[in-house]
């Protein structure tokens, strides 16, 4: 070896940010889990599976392999695509993994990423330093600050928020008559020490899960990202058994109210403790959710929701305080709500267009929320269409025998090899049960496998079993692999999933029908959503949940929805197009839409 | 008797509005007492305490009698003042009862009387009647509500409160879309049944008690007036005291707002119940205090507030949502507030200022409104200068060993005779005690008699008896006309209504002095407040009170305070108005002030 060769290589792993000192010539999958970074890898690195795709960025790497040549398609490698498994690091590597290739428990950090438009902040920071009372200056405290803006920021006509105002002859004698105000256009409802950051707080709301982020609003910064269960599970496990459960009465209404607002407030917590700062320095909130979800958080009636026409109360973005909907945060803070749609296309649907920015796309763009309601979108010829589709809860692993959500033990990743079933779990721990992506993965498997038919049945096949209950294939035999239980597919899960996908691929249909174009103008589709994020692209299409179209027009961006709420959190821009987004959605009622019967039926097939 | 001759007449007792038919020839006295009507008739109706004064504003009367020319001063004469138990009726007559004529009992229903400035309502009602939504109209409840109202009003741009949005949907579904929707500029507040009549609630936050009506906003008419004790007083009896408690933490803090807003919720009750309203139909109100109470009301802190130099949180007009400081009206409802002037000059001077309309009077024109704390303001040369003096609890009874509240039983009015005591009590019930008004009348009578001299210091009476603790003179003894204990005045309550009247006399003089005038200059003075509508204003000038003036340009007016809470209620231009009265008022704080040390041990002398 000659003098001054590099041994030592540095690799990037974005947008995780992380970054690890490697030797020459390990693979880059060592290379990640010496970092940290968890790739799926279902085969355990035999270049069999080919879920372990990375993108390389900079530097150089090991030819190709042969295996690569098969896996990976003309496409791919032409845009730098490599198996993790088998690229060996030749020098300074800057990666980036695509969330479909991270484990679950990594997926979330990606969350955490910077944001790319221009901060347009809605709450600045303006340091203050007032003259103190005197004998001869007996203003009072109000005036005093007014004036002060007044003459020293050329701010008149400003108001101060009354908790605020509560709080300020306190404050100020504390700090000494100098500080930080945050100034909300021509409100004051703010005031921190000298020089402090204003903070803001972004959350998804959704039906089973919320994601919340700390947001540096001058800078577009985020500190800290978390996720929670919504505690309204506890209440009904879908949109419509929480507004049945609401509508029973007042009391109900507001345990339900309680529970998300008293988890958001968690959650705000965790991320300012994770960040070390305090709840009380968020001076700004926006939450986005469904139509339902969005209701509940405020407050609002949802009977009228849960009966035809079903029609939301208040479609509008709103702008209140946040102690009003029980936020707490900076006293005389704001939340922001983006506007809803409809009934069933909610704030979350606005959020996830406008980050995904599927309103501004030239092409024929197709974007999809899957949950246990799916909205989907079809941007074309200028129009925006979009419609929701009753997926159900299948995809969140409920109503499936072995299902589960997606936590640690839960098979996220399966395929059917002829050695037998191999599978990927969440922190590779013995498996529990599937959720969602491996429900999804194994009914794809068996059907390639030929043992389940288009109509769902299962046909003989040495995994299959006849029990009282109908059929059902083992995927994981008890004791296999440390797992206590034996894990199996049912035909039931099978329809179960027929029902979901069907739904999904109505959807889908009636918008196309509806811009009158056919699936293969579709140039792009955008997977949002946790499950989106996870799933198997190609197990999709197998089944035809999607249309079969090459694997790289898909997009799947993960929680665009709560990327949506941080874009409008640090830009009054993005919320003033949030809303240009909300008027011009056309929406499409499903359950009125003479067309959807048949596309539905069509549409479980299995091919 | 000729045929035609009118036998029966009308008599009209204003501003109370109440009317009666009496025989011809009967005395004023008489009528009044069978029509309910509770005149102040120490004497008896024997034409020598001339407590009865009326005034003639149409009709015939008998010719004025020898003691009536005695009693009456020819200006009285002039402006056609009459003695009440004197005057006989002669035809139908229209009288004008002064408050000072009236027994307390029935003072306060002429703070009921009707307004006189042009209503300009800050909140209108609207008549709306939205399209039902279908299948094809599926706008939401707050669309369909803006849009309605920005094509049938031609009001756009409207919000919609937000907790009135809470309750929208389903109100709008209980009165089928049909209603009448209250705006308060921008802003729809509230959504009542069709045709609904807007109410308004103002009240008047004294120390120790407080005054509320209830008012149709757009036509101005008051429909309740009630008063009510302020709970604080358990907190301690005058300002000072209750800004002590407030010091001592939190809960204290809350514990005095908590319990003044629970007053002013009871009273807003009792007078929807007195009139068949609900409070909900209440949509605006205004509140007024001086400006400890204003803050303790709002919660804001007073600890500057009770420390040199005494500043004021806020002493700009407020306009909050009524839900935010707990007052439970209409759920859009706000509450105003109207400006301070200064830490011990409060929002309540303010509106007496502005219902006296002192502001804008053409001479010289002094202000009192009479309390623990006395507040004085002068008009004079185009300026008003205001201070505020410490007079004490004397006036309400305390620190008066035989002192009591205006209540039931209190020795209100009293002379002393050549016969003895004689005295008047508060609903004619047997003496148990003397209010502010009667320990005042005493103390002028026993300096007018010689038994105390110039520095309150009692001589040799028959009255008179010395004890342990000084000397005292028996003005009831016990068992006296139904009394069960003895009531006397001592040297010590001398000394309390010296203190009292010298704090209010002294800021007199040095507003004059800071006026550059001298006594005689003084065109009008208006005596505003409880105790300053009911005492005997001879007595006040006779111990040094009140300048020695005519008694023709005495004034006394009632609860102005109130009155001007009402004014604010009904009319946006009021509350300009009153803003204007905040700025202009040049303030004088009196423990600064080099003059106040000479000026109080001058005034404190009984001359």
């Known amino acids: 070896m000659k003098r001054g060769e590099v041994w030592w290589v540095n690799v990037d792993f974005e947008p995780l940010g992380r970054r690890l000192r490697v030797g020459r010539g390990v693979s880059i999958l060592t290379a990640a889990q010496q970092a940290g970074v968890g790739l799926v890898s279902i085969c355990g690195g035999k270049g069999t599976c080919s879920r372990c795709k990375v993108r390389v960025l900079e530097g150089q790497l090991s030819p190709l392999s042969e295996t690569e040549g098969k896996k990976l398609s003309p496409d791919e490698v032409a845009r730098g695509y490599r198996l ?4 060996e690091v030749l020098s300074d590597l800057k990666l980036h993994i695509p969330p479909q290739s991270l484990t679950a428990a990594q997926r979330t950090q990606v969350e955490g990423r910077e944001l790319t438009v221009p901060i347009v902040p809605v709450v600045v920071g303006r340091d203050v330093r007032l003259p103190p009372p005197t004998r001869e200056d007996i203003r009072s405290d109000l005036d005093r600050m007014r004036h002060h803006l007044a003459e020293t920021l050329g701010l008149s ?3 101060v928020d009354f908790a605020l105002l509560r709080q300020l002859p306190t404050r100020l004698r504390e700090e000494v008559w100098a500080g930080t105000v945050g100034l909300r256009g021509q409100e004051v409802v703010s005031f921190g020490p000298l020089g402090r950051e204003l903070l803001g707080l972004a959350v998804d709301v959704g039906t089973t899960k919320l994601a919340g982020y700390l947001v540096e609003l001058e800078t577009g910064r985020t500190l800290a990202a978390a996720g929670a269960m919504n505690p309204q599970i506890a209440y009904g496990e879908d949109v419509m058994a929480r507004i049945a459960y609401a509508m029973e009465g007042g ?6 109210r309680e529970a998300v607002v008293g988890a958001v407030n968690d959650l705000a917590r965790d991320l300012c403790t994770q960040s070390d700062h305090l709840p009380e320095e968020i001076v700004e909130a926006v939450v986005v959710g469904n139509t339902a979800m969005h209701h509940l958080f405020l407050g609002l009636p949802v009977r009228q929701l849960g009966l035809a026409p079903y029609l939301a109360a208040v479609s509008e973005a709103l702008d209140l305080k946040a102690r009003e909907v029980g936020l707490e945060i900076a006293p005389g803070g704001y939340v922001h709500l983006l506007p809803n749609i409809a009934g069933f296309v909610g704030a979350d649907h606005v959020a996830m267009i406008l980050s995904t920015e599927i309103s501004e796309a030239e092409g024929t763009v197709l974007g999809l929320d899957i949950g246990t309601n799916t909205e989907v979108v079809l941007r074309a010829n200028g129009r925006l269409i979009a419609c929701s589709t009753a997926s159900g809860p299948a995809f969140e692993g409920a109503h499936i025998r072995d299902g589960m959500r ?7 990743r399966l395929r059917i090899a002829d050695s037998g079933v191999e599978y990927q779990t969440i922190s590779d721990a013995p498996p529990v049960g599937l959720c969602g992506s491996g429900v999804l993965d194994a009914v794809a498997q068996l059907r390639q496998w030929g043992v389940v038919d288009e109509r769902g049945n299962m046909g003989d096949h040495p995994g299959v079993r006849r029990t009282d209950h109908g059929p059902e294939f083992v995927l994981v035999a008890a004791g296999e692999e440390g797992s206590g239980r034996e894990i199996v597919i049912t035909r039931g899960d099978v329809g179960e999933i027929q ?27 955008v997977i ?29 961006v993960g929680n665009a929805a709560g990327m949506g709420a941080k874009l409008a959190l640090v830009s009054g821009e993005q919320r003033a197009k949030a809303a240009e987004i909300a008027r011009q959605v056309e929406y499409i009622e499903l359950t009125n839409d003479k067309r959807f019967v048949d596309e539905f039926a069509k549409a479980m097939y299995l091919k």
């Open 84 to 87: 993790a498994c088998q690229a």
């Open 157 to 159: 006509d400003l108001i």
């Open 251 to 256: 009391e109900q209404a507001v345990a339900l």
């Open 406 to 412: 997606a936590a640690e033990g839960a098979i996220e």
């Open 499 to 525: 029902l979901a996908k069907g739904a999904i691929r109505a959807g889908i249909n009636i918008l196309l029908d509806e811009a009158v174009l056919s699936e293969q103008a579709i140039d792009q589709v």
């Open 528 to 556: 949002a959503g946790a499950f989106g994020t996870y799933i198997d692209v190609s197990s999709a299409i197998a089944i035809g949940m999607f249309p079969p179209l090459p694997l790289d027009r898909f997009n799947q």
